[in-house]
């Protein structure tokens, strides 16, 4: 079936220093990939969409040049938390979707959870 | 906008209980419908989707959803439940493109 790895599962960083998350589809090609964040006890809100090739779409509120989302190639997305801060320390999730949508039943990550000190 | 509400957020039940968590939706036009699973420390994992054809799909682990559509709506149900499904449900809608967006979940307990 369809896996999405998503590296690293936990990262602790200092405040103002960057940190990347990776999201690869191994064995698909993912056109379309989601990146979520999710609060404790709370659901997952969707922060940008992002498709290979071309700038991502960020929702209401979420700031493109705080999180920077690359897709560069059909089987990798990166989401980088530039200058990080203590209020940015969450779980975050990429989700991608093939060709056709409806086979891979949009995989999920397994999550990274970022620290911020 | 579109918007899934989840009404339960918490529900507690003993094994062998029957289970029925209720997902709405507000979008009227064509929509793709979903329940996720995340168990404790894990990642988000599909229990069963719903596209078209039958409303009543089967997913794994016993799980089946219905989707009503002049109710909008597409409730999970288990008949019997057992302490392995303590776990957090999402229910999510996609309409047109490929964008999910989710209920806001519901905290299942199962006691033994």
């Known amino acids: 079936g369809a896996v999405v790895s998503q590296h690293p599962s936990r990262v602790i960083c200092k405040s103002g220093t960057s940190v990347k998350i990776e999201c690869r589809s191994l064995?698909?090609?993912?056109?379309?990939m989601f990146w979520y964040r999710q609060f404790p006890k709370q659901s997952l809100m969707l922060m940008a969409t992002s498709n290979e090739g071309s700038k991502a779409t960020y929702e209401q509120g979420v700031e493109k040049d705080k999180f920077l989302i690359n897709h560069a190639s059909l089987t990798l997305s990166t989401l980088t938390v530039t200058s990080a801060h203590p209020e940015d320390s969450s779980f975050y999730i990429c989700?991608?979707?093939?060709?056709?949508?409806?086979?891979?039943?949009?995989?999920f990550g397994s999550g990274t959870r970022l620290t911020v000190v | 906008a579109q918007s899934v509400s989840q009404h339960n957020h918490h529900v507690i039940l003993s094994e062998a209980a029957s289970l029925e968590l209720g997902c709405n939706y507000s979008?009227?036009?064509?929509?793709?419908l979903f329940w996720y699973v995340q168990y404790p420390g894990q990642h988000l994992q599909l229990l069963l989707k719903?596209?078209?054809?039958?409303?009543l799909v089967k997913g794994i682990k016993g799980f089946e959803a219905e989707f009503i559509k002049s109710k909008f709506s597409f409730n999970l149900r288990k008949p019997s439940v057992q302490w392995s499904d303590t776990a957090e449900y999402f229910c999510a809608v996609k309409k047109a493109g490929n964008m999910l967006t989710f209920g806001g979940g519901t905290r299942l307990m199962v006691k033994p």
């Open positions: 979008y009227g036009g064509t929509v793709n």
């Open positions: 064995d698909f090609q993912a056109t379309t």
């Open positions: 719903y596209f078209s054809g039958d409303p």
């Open positions: 989700s991608a979707a093939g060709t056709d949508g409806a086979n891979y039943g949009y995989t």
